[in-house]
């Protein structure tokens, strides 16, 4: 082999060297800035976060909320934290979704740190971490909000999985835990609890192309001010009223398509509503 056909060879074992390293890297990495879709651990997903870090999955971390010891109410809009511990360790990362014993999706996630984390799939059934988020001495903590689904639906169970990473620079030594958190619906909140609450306003028309109207069944119940964010927690619009009145009238015509989240401010109680703008 002459000096050139030497040369050659040498520069192409070099380079397939690196393809190899670089994509060895790429998938230790990959999932830095939010775990995949369906990587929860549920009954439905059937998968974890082992199936990126190499190891086996045990019970640890924690899902805490506010809702009540008696079960959510419809509608309610209630604040969800995730916790994972691990000494020694720097590098985190967390994957929750609200679902029924099988895939079903419960309620509505809404991401209320969107440095942090983020929403997954075409409905936001998953949230998980964004590369900001994973930094942490010993633990790490995410908190975002849940609105409680429909009366009738039942319990919710919110599913996690979470990553305690050794930040080797490969998939393997990461400890993957797996906790899920059961909220069970308010069964004993009556027809009138639920009315007095999210059902007593109605948002109209849903969908809409450029106005939308909020207005109260409650005859007794009064709008203070109005707050628009979209599915991500970002704030799009807010609006206060100097005087306060059953109805109320914005413009969506500013807002790009897709589904957001209305926070009405009564002088009772805070509601939230969702509604689409085509």
Known sequence: ??????????????????????DFTSTAHSNAGG????????????SNCTGCHAGTASSGGSITSNVPVTGYIPGTTYTITATITAAGINKFGFEVSPQGTTSAQKGTLVATDAINTKLLGTTGKYITHKLA??????????????????AGTGNA???????????????????????????QENLSAGIMDVVNTADSWNVY??????????????????????EVYDI?????KSLNYETISQSQSIDIADLQSGVYVLNI??????????????
Request: hydrophobic share 40%; aromatic share 8%.
């Open 157 to 183: 169970i919110m599913y996690g999985a979470f990553i305690a990473a050794n930040g080797n620079g490969t998939n393997s030594g990461d400890q993957v835990f797996l906790t899920s958190l059961l909220i």
């Open 35 to 46: 775990a995949p879709s369906g990587k929860t651990g549920s009954p439905g997903d059937a």
């Open 133 to 150: 988020g994973t930094s942490g001495i010993g633990s790490r903590t995410w908190t975002f909000n849940w609105i409680a689904p429909v």
């Open 265 to 278: 401010q009564t002088d009772k109680n805070r509601i939230t509503k969702k509604f689409i703008k085509n």
């Open 205 to 226: 028309p849903n969908p809409s192309t450029d106005r939308i109207t909020i207005e109260s069944l409650d005859a007794n119940a009064e709008m203070k001010s109005l």
């Open 1 to 22: 082999m002459n000096i050139y056909k030497k040369t050659f060879v040498s520069v192409l074992a070099i380079a397939i060297g690196t393809i190899c390293i670089s």
């Open 232 to 236: 991500t927690g970002k704030l799009i």
